[in-house]
């Protein structure tokens, strides 16, 4: 089966941190994608990579940035946390199209 | 632009009646359609897709779905709910010109509550 792991299940943070999300996958899969999930709003995603040092901006980028320096690690990075960006953070890989999502993140920052 | 729409927040059903979950998309190309279902505190899972062939696709847990070009729809579908089926469900689509690499469009979710 595919895993993907995330790197914490819970995470608080205050206002202006340098927060880091990792995400790892064991089947090899090129491509990687970061959502934030938001009630009401569904999945929308923050960034995808199809390939080590590759990656596109997803529909809201802005205050995220990603790091994918080896195939089966794909990194969140929020420079400067603000209060809206507490949400559920959700990870997933895919390589034939079906996407296969890690447990998720619930960062809240204060 | 691709799109995805879930009309309905929130669908309840009796235990043991069939369920219906609505979707409804846009796309520009040929639609590949996926379903997925989100269990309290955990990730998404896929249920089914759809890429070409058969409207009726079957997929885990009993559940099938219908695409429908006509009308854009591909509806969820379960003959009878089990109270287990209660959970979070997203329809997402991509549009088919494009690689697995590009991204999928997911709807807002429609939450089910089956209720003994």
């Known amino acids: 089966d595919v895993k993907v792991t995330q790197s914490s299940r819970y995470l608080v943070k205050r206002t202006g941190e340098k927060v880091f999300l990792e995400c790892v996958q064991d089947?090899?899969?090129?491509?990687m994608f970061w959502y934030r999930q938001d009630p009401g709003l569904g999945l929308r995603l923050i960034y995808f990579?199809?390939?080590?040092?590759?990656?596109e901006k997803g529909d809201i980028p802005e205050g995220y940035s990603v790091s994918r320096e080896k195939k089966e690690r794909f990194s969140l990075i929020l420079e400067s946390a603000s209060t809206n960006q507490t949400s559920m953070y959700l990870c997933?890989?895919?390589?034939?199209?079906?996407?296969?999502f890690g447990p998720g993140t619930r960062l809240t920052v204060l | 632009a691709q799109s995805v729409a879930q009309p309905e927040d929130q669908v309840n059903v009796a235990e043991g009646n069939p369920l219906t979950v609505k979707c409804t998309y846009s796309?520009?190309?040929?639609?590949?359609l996926f379903w997925y279902v989100q269990y309290p505190n955990r990730g998404l899972q896929f249920l089914l897709k759809?890429?070409?062939?058969?409207?009726l696709v079957k997929g885990s847990y009993g559940f099938e779905a219908e695409f429908n070009k006509s009308q854009t729809s591909f509806h969820l579908k379960k003959p009878s709910a089990l109270v287990s089926d209660s959970a979070l469900y997203f329809c997402?689509?991509?549009?088919?010109?494009?690689?697995?690499?590009?991204?999928?469009?997911f709807g807002s979710g429609t939450r089910l509550s089956i209720r003994p």
């Open positions: 796309v520009s190309g040929n639609p590949y």
């Open positions: 759809y890429i070409t062939g058969d409207n």
């Open positions: 990579s199809y390939d080590v040092k590759m990656k």
């Open positions: 997933a890989s895919s390589s034939t199209g079906i996407q296969f």
């Open positions: 089947m090899d899969h090129e491509n």
């Open positions: 997402a689509v991509r549009d088919a010109r494009y690689s697995s690499a590009s991204k999928i469009i």
